[in-house]
């Protein structure tokens, strides 16, 4: 069988529908939407699927539910088609899609994932007050060192760091307003496109340290055990089982670096001595992160399932050996 990751898409991926067709075709995923209803006590999946789109964007909104459309694909690949999620190599998930990889890999319950995912989105929005942080996304000629130049040029005006690492020639800074600014001036200086982002916080900064120490709070309570699967953590770069260490690195990971590039150059062969992976998977919205991964490793073999056809052909896939 094919070396295998699972990949999960992170915020920004979402749009209203997304999943309907997935629930009902299959009993196994409107049961996961159920799951999360219930855990959140409210009809998140009315919003997911019928909106307003606004509401959906939230940060609040849309981390449970992003989470919730990638469970209802993976449970319905395992139990309609017997695709299990336990015989992958690896998992991964970009930012809060680290939650849906370890939910995915067995390492926390659904209910758990979505009352954290919504204690996260809370926390992260609560850290900084509306119209202080920003974050803009450096495009083109950009790799990692010369983002980080154009954050310090930045940082000698206000807060700015590097926060998503997401392949050479994207690459997202995040701090405070005018730290951005200041920032996209330096990157204009250097022949960067500097886009300001639509957020409603500078995520993945140290500004974010107040929204670390509330997931610490709400951490500390959850059930985390080994995955089934190891978890490339965004943090470290690395795969991850120790469920002790998972949670210390959920914490790291608000306020950290999304080491996106990083992970995937793992997964593709670098610094493995198990061989490298031969098919990204990307579970639940969208196809972004499909389309970093093909300009990470080179001839990359990427699937993305969003509806009931796309399980369909990728369980054929597998019988067939492609």
């Known amino acids: ?13 979402q749009a209203v529908g997304m999943g309907k067709d997935l629930a009902d075709a299959f009993a196994s995923a409107r049961a996961v939407f159920d799951e999360v209803d219930d855990a959140l006590g409210e009809k998140l999946s009315d919003l997911i699927w019928n909106g ?41 998930g970009h930012s809060l899609g680290e939650y849906s990889a370890l939910a995915a890999a067995g390492a926390l ?7 954290l995912l919504r204690a996260r989105g809370d926390a992260m929005q609560a850290a900084v007050p509306v119209g202080q942080g920003a974050m ?25 760091v ?11 800074i995040s701090g405070t307003v005018a730290g951005i600014e200041a920032a996209i001036a330096a990157a204009k200086e250097k022949g960067v496109r500097a886009i300001p982002l639509s957020v409603s916080a500078p995520f993945h900064s140290p500004l974010m340290q107040p929204a670390a120490e509330a997931m610490q709070a709400a951490l500390a309570s959850a059930t985390i ?9 965004n943090v470290t770069a690395s795969p991850v089982t120790d469920p002790e ?14 080491r996106w590039r990083e992970s995937v150059e793992w997964l593709g062969g670098e610094g493995q001595e198990q061989g490298r992976i031969e ?42 050996g492609a």
């Open 1 to 13: 069988m094919a070396r295998i990751a699972y990949i999960f898409p992170g915020q920004g991926a």
């Open 52 to 92: 307003p789109e606004d509401k959906l964007t939230l940060t609040a909104n849309a981390q449970p539910a992003l989470m919730a459309v990638s469970l209802a694909a993976t449970r319905a690949l395992e139990t309609e088609f017997g695709v299990r999620i336990a015989d992958a190599a690896y998992v991964a």
């Open 109 to 115: 319950s659904i209910t758990d994932a979505a009352k």
């Open 136 to 160: 803009a996304a450096l495009i083109g000629k950009v790799d990692l060192p010369t983002a980080e130049a154009i954050a310090a040029e930045g940082a000698k005006t206000d807060v700015v």
């Open 162 to 172: 590097v926060a998503n690492d997401n392949n050479v020639g994207n690459v997202v």
């Open 225 to 233: 055990t080994a995955p089934s699967a190891p978890v490339i953590a």
């Open 245 to 258: 260490q998972i949670r210390k690195l959920l914490v790291e990971q608000i306020t950290a670096r999304v």
């Open 279 to 320: 098919r990204f998977v990307e579970t639940g919205a969208g196809k972004q992160l499909s389309g970093m991964i093909k300009r990470i490793v080179s001839g990359a073999n990427t699937t993305a399932l969003n509806t009931p056809a796309d399980l369909e052909a990728y369980a054929a896939s597998l019988k067939e």
